[in-house]
């Protein structure tokens, strides 16, 4: 069990030591090997684990304690404690305009983990009155990384922000999740195209901030043709489309803040909504 006063586990140590500051594999090792009895390898395998689990990330070579779990776990405990200490929101937030950093991933999963984690930062601070704008070719992620993206899309509708979100598919998948998630925060358009984006591309657009996810052609076909074939989702299909992103494919994230790329996205993605 997490956090309690008792002898702690190997995960609780790697916890509190992510709790501190960002750390590569390699510090994680040498600070347990000195405070452990322990070895190299259950380190690793118990940094799988949390990373599996999606306790933690890791980009750029480096873990840190994933935010999702954080708003969880702060939840859980507002519940049953009036207050709790705010989350850093870390550096991204100061990003000065036109300041950008780009992430690279083995995998579409491994970067579906951390864009939820920036994106739970900067949906903290996005104001009510400017709509979110997402582009996808197709919302994979529904299926594959169900926890986190309901997460996601509920608080959507509990922060009372609205997001227009277009779909390039057409798929009977497609339709389906237009006709489950559509609401009066969530608008879905699909069989969207947009001017300038690629097959392999997504963007999301919050305020001056831009998500850009940039996967492999081979990959994004690899899922058209999950989605072309597959007409609703069971555990068979799924254990299928869940080996594809997890498969090889290597993904780019690009975060940005530029004011200017802002509002010239808003306007290409907001052309199929009618806005009050």
Not at 175 to 190: C, E, V
């Amino acid at each position: 069990m997490l956090f309690t006063e008792h002898k702690k586990t190997l995960a609780e140590h790697i916890i509190y030591l992510l709790d501190r500051q960002s750390l590569s594999g390699t510090q994680i090792v040498q600070e347990l090997l000195q405070a452990q009895k322990t070895s190299k390898e259950s380190i690793y395998r118990t940094l799988r684990k949390l990373l599996h689990q999606e306790v933690i990330n890791k980009a750029q070579k480096k873990y840190s304690l994933n935010r999702h779990w954080i708003q969880r776990m702060h939840e859980f405990s507002m519940r049953h404690i009036g207050n709790t200490q705010s989350v850093d929101a870390h550096s991204i937030l100061q990003f000065n305009d036109g300041d950008s950093i780009t992430y690279q991933f083995k995998n579409p999963d491994l970067m579906g983990i951390y864009w939820g984690h920036l994106y739970d930062c900067v949906m903290d601070i996005h104001p009510q009155h400017i709509p979110i704008l997402i582009y996808h070719p197709h919302e994979w992620l529904i299926h594959t990384r169900t926890q986190s993206e309901e997460y996601t899309l509920k608080r959507f509708e509990k922060d009372q922000k609205l997001v227009l979100f277009s779909i390039g598919g057409n798929t009977e998948l497609d339709r389906q999740f237009k006709k489950d998630w559509s609401g009066d925060y969530l608008k879905i358009n699909i069989n969207s195209s947009i001017n300038g984006l690629k097959q392999n591309r997504y963007i999301n657009v919050l305020g001056d901030f831009i998500f850009e996810v940039r996967t492999t052609v081979s990959f994004e076909n690899a899922v058209d043709d999950f989605f072309k074939k597959n007409k609703s989702i069971n555990e068979s299909n799924k254990h299928t489309l869940e080996k594809i992103i997890h498969d090889g494919y290597r993904t780019k994230l690009i975060f940005s803040r530029n004011q200017k790329k802002a509002e010239l996205w808003r306007k290409k993605l907001s052309k199929d909504f009618a806005l009050i």
